[in-house]
């Protein structure tokens, strides 16, 4: 049974910063085989894609949004994926959910993606 699970999620001032943790169960050596992501909800908006990296770390994305605020990272031996977060805006308040892609290298697609995390929350208080 494959399980991802989200934490590091909480209150935060502007401008204040968050890491949050993805872990993975259930996946084995396979984690580190696939690209993972990060996507965000907001409330009265659709789920949106914040960063993925590729299956060895190597390459990382990133919405416009969030490029040189957001960084991605991964530790394969630990079954975790990181998503560092500086320069929070009150706009970043949304639920965080780690995703698995179908592939080595992710998209910006929430369908490429095949398990999902239960997703924590980020709320940026201005």
């Known amino acids: 049974q494959v399980q991802l699970v989200e934490s590091g999620g909480g209150l935060v001032q502007v401008g204040g910063s968050l890491r949050l943790s993805c872990t993975a169960s259930?996946?084995?050596?396979?984690?580190?085989?696939?690209?993972m992501a990060w996507f965000r909800q907001a409330p009265g908006k659709e789920r949106e894609f914040v960063g993925n990296?590729?299956?060895?770390?190597?390459?990382?994305n990133y919405a416009d949004s969030v490029k040189g605020r957001f960084t991605i990272s991964r530790d394969n031996n630990k079954n975790t994926v990181y998503l560092q977060m500086n320069g929070l805006k009150a706009e970043d308040t949304a639920v965080y959910y780690c995703g698995r892609a179908r592939a080595l290298y992710g998209s910006s697609v929430g369908q490429e993606y095949d398990y999902w995390g239960q997703g924590t929350q980020v709320t940026v208080s201005s």
């Open positions: 990296i590729g299956w060895s770390g190597g390459s990382t």
């Open positions: 259930g996946l084995g050596r396979a984690f580190g085989s696939r690209a």
